[in-house]
């Protein structure tokens, strides 16, 4: 379950949030292309920061230490598209290089292998949040033990 929501509740998430929610409410000031930006290649910041958040809050309904590793499924995806990946084009470079240009570069401007590269990302994001939770980095909770300064006690 931790998986489904990582990888594909991430993108399902993505869409709504930018086709339902942000575009009618932005829509005379930002253009569909500026706003849907935000959701695309290379780097994905949309989608890598509501996989963190997701991450951060699956505690509260899919307990366990599964969440930590919803990454290994799509890392071995990915690592098994490079392993085979070979370069179509007869003047291009075979090299390692050019195999992770493929993948993970920010030159060019469609991204041919984002069905592999953006779950691999929103997994490595969503266990990170995970991490942060478990961490407890963002929760401010007040001890239950503390006294009250010695100007406010009543004796």
């Given amino acids: 379950m931790n998986l489904l929501v990582a990888t594909l509740g991430v993108v399902l998430l993505t869409g709504?949030?930018?086709?339902?929610?942000?575009q009618p409410l932005s829509q005379p000031l930002i253009s569909h292309s500026q706003l849907f930006s935000v959701a695309k290649g290379p780097y994905y910041p949309l989608p890598v920061i509501?996989?963190?958040?997701?991450?951060y809050i699956s505690y509260t309904r899919l307990k366990?230490?599964?969440?930590?590793?919803?990454?290994?499924?799509p890392?071995?995806?990915l690592a098994a598209k490079i392993v085979v990946w070979k370069n179509r084009s007869v003047l291009r470079d075979d090299g390692w290089g050019a195999t992770m240009?493929?993948?993970?570069?920010?030159k060019p401007p469609y991204h041919p292998e984002e069905d592999v590269v953006v779950p691999f990302?929103?997994?490595i994001a969503y266990a990170f949040g995970a991490l942060l939770e478990r961490s407890g980095v963002f929760r401010f909770e007040h001890s239950e033990n503390t006294q009250p300064p010695p100007s406010e006690r009543q004796d």
Wanted: overall charge positive.
């Fill in 16 to 22: 709504f949030l930018l086709n339902v929610v942000l």
């Fill in 50 to 55: 509501l996989a963190v958040v997701l991450g």
């Fill in 64 to 73: 366990g230490n599964q969440r930590f590793w919803v990454w290994v499924v």
């Fill in 75 to 77: 890392a071995l995806y």
């Fill in 101 to 106: 240009a493929h993948f993970f570069a920010p």
């Fill in 121 to 123: 990302y929103t997994s």
